[in-house]
């Protein structure tokens, strides 16, 4: 899911760097999901 996600905004399809909030957003997500993982892990 967040291979994909960057693979659709590499600069090279994106034509320009990531802005500031895509890459909050980003780990925002990547950090949901591993306190999901953790949480279902413990279960």
């Known amino acids: 899911m967040l291979k994909k ?3 659709y905004r590499e600069r ?3 034509k320009r760097p990531l ?5 909050q957003h ?3 997500t990547a950090r ?4 999901i ?7």
């Open 5 to 7: 996600w960057l693979s």
């Open 12 to 14: 090279r399809v994106l």
């Open 19 to 23: 802005k500031p909030e895509e890459v």
């Open 26 to 28: 980003f780990t925002d």
């Open 32 to 35: 949901r999901i591993a306190a």
């Open 37 to 43: 993982l953790l949480l279902t892990t413990r279960l």
